[in-house]
């Protein structure tokens, strides 16, 4: 064997040696891709199709689609609107509701966050057996409890101040308190997860330096579950905004029921316009879909959190 003939071979003219070699494109991928995204299309139109239907009949007038079906095109008015708000009144269950969600909401957070805190940082015989026991009302359904809860509250006496039924009853305050008492559970596990992947150096460092637990927990923890804390807020905010069985079960005037029992005042006893149903059950979405837009950045970061930690 000559050694010309151990020489590699001259290249090809205009290719170049040291180009890499690409690897071969998997056969069916460009199909499979396209698959994929039809199936996502479809799913996505499957499940917008009831919200774009609510909002397509809340802008037509019933007397047009009585006459040329509901999926017949034209008719358009915004009267529904100013028919529903004003049957309605949500000027005034929508205040209702603000004076639920919002208290329900930030007590849920920061009893949360003392939960958490304390499962996360402490180490006891009785940790996790304290986390289940608050994830525990979140595993039972709310019609079981309902009986002891109604009588529990009808037992317990409170001032007329607090409440004009002089019981926990038909007031704010014993919605409030069902509503925190089974998200805090919920949220307690959520955020416990998180403040375990915060570096202990932190901590060993506050300590160092003379911090108090309270500071610890203020200074240190509070502001890093910033992200978390959003993403809650936004789920919290709808889940408490939305909720209608406690609201029918423990209040009995309906000069406090929350915008969730609107809906029953555009029901007429013989007759009900559907479209003017539907447009109040678009304003009535209105809120949490503007909490949900501004919270958007911070509801999607808060739900990545150790997303590539491994």
């Not at 003939?5 to 071969?24: D, F, H, I, M, T």
């Not at 019981?167 to 069902?178: E, F, K, W």
């Not at 408490?240 to 005037?253: D, G, H, M």
């Not at 809120?287 to 590539?308: E, S």
Request: glycine share 6%; net charge positive.
């Amino acid at each position: 064997m000559t050694a010309a003939s151990e020489l590699p071979q001259a290249a090809a003219p205009g290719k170049n040696v040291l180009e890499p070699s690409r690897a071969p494109r998997p056969a069916g991928s460009g199909g499979s891709r396209w698959a994929v995204q039809t199936f996502l299309a479809v799913v996505a139109v499957v499940w917008l199709f009831p919200v774009l239907y609510a909002v397509l009949g809340s802008l037509r007038d019933y007397d047009y689609t009585s006459k040329h079906g509901y999926f017949s095109f034209g008719g358009f008015t915004l009267q529904n609107y100013k028919d529903a708000w004003a049957q309605a009144n949500f000027s005034h269950t929508m205040l209702n509701s603000a004076y639920i969600t919002v208290p329900a909401v930030i007590l849920t957070l920061f009893l949360s966050c003392c939960i958490a805190f304390v499962v996360a940082r402490f180490s006891f015989k009785l940790n996790l057996f304290l986390l289940g026991l608050f994830t525990a009302a979140n595993l039972l359904p709310p019609q079981a409890l309902l009986i002891p809860v109604y009588r529990m509250f009808r037992a317990i006496e409170v001032p007329f101040w607090f409440s004009e039924s002089g019981t926990l009853l038909n007031s704010y305050s014993g919605l409030i308190a069902v509503n925190v008492a089974f998200q805090t559970g919920f949220c307690a596990f959520v955020l416990s997860n998180y403040m375990k992947t915060l570096p202990r150096e932190l901590y060993e460092s506050a300590v160092v330096d003379g911090a108090s637990v309270l500071r610890q927990f203020f200074q240190i923890t509070l502001p890093l579950c910033r992200p978390p804390l959003a993403a809650l807020a936004t789920l919290e905010v709808t889940w408490i905004y939305n909720e209608f069985f406690w609201a029918t079960v423990l209040l009995q005037s309906g000069d406090k029921f929350p915008v969730t029992s609107s809906l029953n005042n555009l029901r007429g006893q013989f007759f009900t316009d559907n479209n003017l149903v539907a447009a109040g059950s678009v304003v009535i979405a209105l809120p949490t879909l503007i909490i949900f837009f501004l919270l958007q950045k911070q509801f999607v970061a808060g739900l990545t959190l150790g997303a590539t930690k491994g």
